[in-house]
């Protein structure tokens, strides 16, 4: 069984995480860019072994596509097209954002810390990533 890898994406900055190779452990791995993912990606599966993509999917309350939903999507086509043969798994995201202002909190992390964007796209693509493996035990 190999390493998974979470996409939170996002307009301006996307948050990822990864699992380990037994896929116990998800854990932040980083905040890029959105306009650097691909670049970042390539570079990182240029060094590392990633099984499959688990991609969180916005939907609004009432099940329906959120308004960057159709942007994730081209993302979605962008990526077959980077990786073929690379299975992308879709994962409801909703409320991932307030768990991980929640997590941060209740974690410990000081105020200036959680004021930091990129912190909370991270932790996002962690819940992501666990809502995926426990789905799939």
Do not use: W
Not at 52 to 60: E, K, L, N, S, Y
Not at 69 to 94: M, N, Q, Y
């Amino acid at each position: 069984m190999g390493r998974l890898l979470a996409i939170d994406y996002g307009k301006k900055r996307t948050g990822l995480a990864v699992t380990d190779s037994l896929r116990i452990i998800a854990t932040a791995l980083d905040t890029v860019s959105t306009d650097e993912l691909l670049t970042y990606l390539k570079n990182y599966l240029g060094r590392e072994t990633i099984d499959a993509f688990v991609i969180g999917m916005p939907r609004t309350l009432k099940n329906e596509d959120s308004e960057i939903a159709p942007a994730v999507r081209a993302f979605i086509t962008e990526l077959h097209k980077a990786f073929p043969g690379k299975p992308i798994h879709e994962v409801d995201e909703r409320f991932t954002s307030s768990m991980a202002k929640r997590a941060m909190i209740e974690g410990g992390m000081k105020k200036k810390d959680r004021r930091v964007k990129g912190n909370a796209d991270k932790i996002s693509a962690v819940l992501i990533l666990q809502q995926f493996m426990e789905m799939n035990r």
